[in-house]
């Protein structure tokens, strides 16, 4: 079945190191992909989205894109901060389907 | 302001008991879904809802009930054939107009079983 493989956590920066969060999916076709942010005692909320191959999604300084050839979408940030501490997901979706598989999840702690 | 709002944010139960977990929506959305987060496991499809008065079983559905009779409301029961139900629970919604997998979530509730 479909599948969403993060890597493992928890990950512990200094503000402003560059961030890389690693994604990789199994999946029959080419689904939608997706990465959310949970911050502490909140509910999840969509942060980037890539609907095709080669497509780069970005929101407040982060970045993804849409790997087909290695079945990848990498979160990056380029200088973190103390307020991107939170548990980001990796999730993928059909057309139609209308459910998302998520990763694990990672959770990101920045030090001042 | 649209959104989800799930109540209560926390529960206790003692074993055996019955807890029913709100969910309400104003975005209109047609689509309902509950998840449970675990510690380490990212997050689990319990039931979700396309339409009203319809929906479908999950991937943990097991000791857990729905009902979808409003359009803006899907709450979850939590019964006492569930085995492990101290968890985080999520609810969420989308538009299926959208089609995007885009899913709008409330802030949760968090059942302990005393």
């Known amino acids: 079945g479909d599948s969403v493989t993060q890597m493992e956590g928890p990950v512990t920066l200094s503000e402003e190191a560059f961030l890389t969060i690693n994604c990789t999916y199994t999946a029959t076709g080419y689904p939608s992909l997706f990465w959310y942010v949970q911050y502490p005692g909140e509910g999840l909320q969509l942060l980037l989205k890539?609907?095709?191959?080669?497509d780069k999604g970005s929101n407040k300084g982060f970045e993804a894109t849409y790997r087909k050839e290695t079945t990848s979408f990498h979160l990056e940030k380029g200088s973190v901060q103390v307020s991107d501490s939170a548990v980001y997901f990796c999730a993928l979706s059909f057309q139609g389907a209308q459910k998302l598989v998520f990763g694990q999840g990672t959770r990101l702690t920045i030090n001042p | 302001d649209g959104g989800i709002t799930q109540s209560p944010k926390y529960l206790f139960r003692k074993e055996g008991q019955n807890v029913t977990l709100s969910c309400e929506q104003n975005l209109n959305h047609d689509a309902m879904y509950w998840y449970r987060q675990d510690p380490g496991q990212g997050l689990r499809l319990i039931y979700y809802s396309q339409i009203v008065n319809d929906f479908q079983k999950g991937d943990i559905a097991e000791g857990y009930s729905v009902s979808r009779e409003k359009k803006e409301s899907f709450p979850l029961t939590v019964t006492s054939a569930q085995k492990n139900p101290t968890a985080f629970y999520l609810c969420a919604s989308s538009s299926r107009q959208g089609d995007t997998g885009e899913l709008f979530f409330g802030e949760g509730s968090r059942l302990t079983v005393l």
């Open positions: 890539a609907t095709k191959a080669d």
